[in-house]
């Protein structure tokens, strides 16, 4: 096998540069491995190993990083630690990149040994490529990837076509009923053609079929057909042509999607023409380029704050930074940009009574929400480390806490402010806070979908902990979801239990002093008492999820995850549903 130039030469910059390159290479081929068996696990209804790969997929880039930090410490030596020579592979590196697809995400690959072995605080311009330059550049005609395929006489026709092209091993249900169904749900909307990806996009149970809709009028909206694995085959399940629905789909609340794509950056830059409302950061990440996601929302983020700084050339700023809205968290110090829709939570030095947890049981609780299937109901939660921000930005209350609070975390060095270790996710408004401002009808709605979101998460074997209204957010679509991670658990490790009766003498005492209660104990009856919510919709959560309130419906839950039931929780409407998987599902009832 003929050696190439780079491994022939002297130059460590340039053989240093190509080992990078190649780790990039062999973790894009190991990723796409796992994406692959996907189609595997959704032909053979697996879901059990469709949840394992997804951890392992989740857990690849670390173990990519660590086997190329080796490769270059046997390279390099003594000298890995050269900035000159550093200097050197990222001008070797850059020009070895230049010409290829996806660029930003070999930059990112290279940022992430830079960081590791110079322990970078804020940016180093001299060995690292900067965040604000790595601009994504994918084409959203996604060339090779994007079928366009017009009606003509026969839609349906058109639908056999691309569910046989498929080739799913496990054959159809009934492949001209799926076919008619998606073809009579979009002509009667007046659809006359389809641009689709030719890759399916798989997650949790179901694969999906993405692309833009056509109208006679040449209108265009995104359309995504749902498929579903049952015991007899393949077949359609839904047609979601509503984008707040589509961008629910692709949410920062859902697991990432495995689908075999062979230029990231095309697709991304697809499904932003589709949701040009949903940022690119959230679209890397939802697609499984959860670094890539991690440096778009860093460069998005810190933009918008130079962008505040620009406008002031005097030096006087308004306050940008400021401590998020809520009441104030007993674990997290949560503050904001007032401009742009994220929190920064970072841990406190200490916790409040009653938290009795230490900072490495907050940090495996965040763990464990990164890796589960977050069942559109968990706020995804990026983890930054050494994090720099100009001092002049902070509002004088936000810093004051954070430095009194969070001292293990955040240091002041003359005019800026290093930030060790955050968690950032996308800002929604406190539940609590909603409930109180919205109109009637918006917070029953709000309500009703709390008990939704503790239901869902029960059957993903997820129990929240503290079920206070004000752990919860509302998204600007409406959809209720968890971020206070602290007392999560799973379900299978609570043993719920009836309150016993009262006793004449425990009238007069406190609820803790006559009900003894360990560690693992939860009262669900217990849960109405304090959520602090008007006594009309208290009424109606009961009335519609009163179900959460009884121990006996958890002990039902836990039992059906004991014995493997997988359940499902499916992440649209039942309207965006077809004709014949409503009937199916009437009649599984």
Known sequence: MPTRPEQRSSDPALRAAARIADGFDDYNARFSD????????????????????????IDLYEICVRETLGRLEAL??????????????????????????????????????????????????????????????????????????????????????????????????????????????????????????????YRERRAYLVGRAYGASGASYPVVVALTSETGGVRADAVIVDEQQISILFGFSRSYFHADIDRVGDVVAFLHALLPRKPLDELFTVVGRIKQGKTERYRQVFRHLGERLGEHLDGHVDEELVLADGERGMVMAVFTPRGYPVVFKLIRDRFAYPKDMVRAEVEEKYRLVFRRDRVGRLVDAQEFLRLRFPKQLFAPAALDELLREC???????????????????????????????????????AVLDYGQAIKDLARSNIFPGDLLLKNFGVTRHGRVLFYDYDELCLVEECRFRAVPPMREEDVTRPLDEWLYAASDDVFPELFPQFLGIAPALRERLCEEHGEIFDPAWWRDVQSRLAAGEHFDVPPYPDIARLPQARELRENLR
């Open 34 to 57: 796992v994406t692959r068996r996907a189609r595997k696990r959704f032909e053979r209804r697996d879901w059990r190993q469709a949840q394992t790969d997804a951890t392992a997929r």
């Open 76 to 201: 390099l030596e003594e000298r890995v630690r050269s900035r000159p020579l550093w200097r050197g592979i990222r001008a070797a590196y850059a020009t070895r990149i230049a010409a290829l697809p996806d660029r930003e995400l070999y930059k990112t690959f290279y940022n992430s040994l830079a960081r590791r072995f110079f322990q970078i605080d804020g940016v180093a311009p001299d060995v690292e490529f900067l965040a604000l330059e790595i601009v994504p550049t994918g084409d959203p005609a996604c060339p090779g990837e994007l079928h366009h395929h017009p009606f003509g006489r026969d839609a349906a026709e058109v639908w056999r076509g691309i569910f046989r092209d498929l080739a799913y091993v496990n054959g159809w249900t009934d492949l001209d009923v799926s076919a008619r169904s998606v073809a009579d749900a979009l002509q009667s909307r007046g659809v006359i053609g389809v641009s689709m990806l030719k890759t399916p996009f």
């Open 407 to 445: 001292a293990q975390s955040v240091q002041l060095e003359g005019d800026e402010v290093l930030i060790k270790h955050c968690y950032v996710e996308r800002r929604v408004r406190p539940l609590n806070l909603y409930v109180r401002e919205a109109h009637a009808p918006a917070a029953e709605r």
